[in-house]
């Protein structure tokens, strides 16, 4: 199993940017997709959890309204669209897989994101939002 991120950069607050984790080595609808980061001196923290097989689809409260979530099937890819970046978005951002255990439409507000719950992560890949 792996699961490589990519997109990452420097962005004016304000401004948007997508990144991509690609996976690879385990069927893709078998599982659920999670975005974390960890800024500087932080905590890790979830951001969002996507599960394409049944679609279902959770943000943390603090993204809520600027990221948006998605995934292409074919190409084994999660995508985390970020518009209006502030400062505070500043940090390593990971995703990590879960095996899901059944379907539901409400499996990834079920599951949450305690980063416990899931099992593979990726690298990560830089987001500085700075003027």
């Known amino acids: 199993v792996q699961l490589v991120e990519s997109g990452g950069g420097l962005v004016q607050p304000g401004g948007s940017l997508l990144i991509s984790c690609e996976a690879s080595?385990?069927?893709?609808?078998?599982?659920?997709i999670g975005w974390f980061r960890q800024a500087p001196g932080k905590e890790r923290e979830g951001v969002s959890c996507?599960?394409?097989?049944?679609?279902?689809?959770f943000y943390a409260n603090s993204v809520k309204g600027r990221f948006t979530v998605s995934s292409d099937n074919a190409k084994n890819a999660v995508y985390l669209q970020m518009n209006n970046l502030k400062p505070e978005d500043t940090a390593i951002y990971s995703c990590?897989?879960?095996?899901?255990?059944?379907?539901?439409?409400?499996?990834?507000?079920?599951?949450?994101?305690?980063?416990?719950?899931?099992?593979?992560w990726g690298q990560g890949t830089q987001v500085t939002v700075s003027s």
């Open positions: 996507i599960s394409s097989y049944d679609g279902s689809r």
């Open positions: 080595g385990f069927r893709f609808d078998d599982y659920a």
């Open positions: 990590a897989a879960h095996k899901r255990l059944y379907a539901s439409a409400t499996y990834c507000a079920d599951l949450g994101l305690a980063q416990q719950r899931y099992e593979q």
